[in-house]
């Protein structure tokens, strides 16, 4: 994986090996941290994995976990030993607040750049989805025809009546 221009950082392997299982996989909503691993061992040109690859993927990426000590939020964990990609409106850590959430284009070997643009388009629709998705989020609007032929205030005054 390592071009003899640009020497890639270890957490941008990560999103990038994670981005490739994405874009290939595109119906697969996570990954195992066993499929991250094996496909970081695919693209790697020495057939041999960088020290650190393994703790990226379990910690040093992953936005909801505690920083220790790596704070980037590349990944997201989406049940015990199952990863994403991070999207934007994914909850996190908050000792990760404006840490790094995708590869710099500078960083990255050509052949991998345009991973930048298939992330921007895959993570546009994460609002719509996300709330379809959620079970809270899907309940937004529900309800309101209780109170549909009465203004919201007059509804709660009538239903509180009698409370002491």
């Known amino acids: 994986m390592q071009p003899t221009t640009v020497r890639t950082k270890v957490a941008d392997e990560v999103w990038i090996v994670t981005?490739?299982?994405?874009?290939?996989?595109?119906?697969?909503?996570?990954f195992t941290i066993e499929e991250i691993m094996e496909r970081a061992m695919q693209e790697c040109e020495e057939k041999k994995l960088r020290p650190g690859i393994y703790v990226h993927v379990?910690?040093?990426?992953?936005a909801n976990r505690a920083p220790n000590?790596?704070?980037?939020?590349?990944?997201?964990?989406?049940?015990?030993?199952?990863?994403?990609?991070?999207?934007?409106?994914?909850?996190?850590?908050?000792?990760?607040?404006?840490?790094?959430?995708v590869p710099n284009q500078?960083?990255?070997?050509?052949?991998?750049?345009?991973?930048?643009?298939?992330?921007?388009?895959?993570?546009s629709d994460t609002t719509e989805v996300r709330i379809k998705?959620?079970?809270?989020?899907?309940?937004?609007?529900?309800?309101?025809?209780?109170w549909a032929d009465e203004p919201a205030d007059e509804y709660v005054r009538r239903i509180r009546e009698g409370w002491e």
Not at 19 to 30: C, F, Y
Not at 58 to 62: A, L, N
Not at 86 to 98: A, C, M, N, V
């Open 19 to 30: 981005a490739l299982l994405h874009r290939e996989n595109p119906k697969r909503e996570d």
């Open 58 to 62: 379990v910690q040093h990426c992953v």
């Open 69 to 101: 000590p790596g704070r980037y939020r590349m990944l997201t964990e989406t049940a015990p030993g199952r990863r994403r990609l991070f999207r934007l409106g994914d909850s996190y850590h908050s000792q990760r607040e404006g840490s790094k959430t």
């Open 106 to 123: 500078e960083d990255l070997p050509d052949k991998y750049r345009p991973l930048l643009d298939w992330y921007r388009d895959w993570n």
């Open 133 to 146: 998705n959620d079970p809270l989020l899907a309940l937004r609007g529900d309800g309101k025809e209780l």
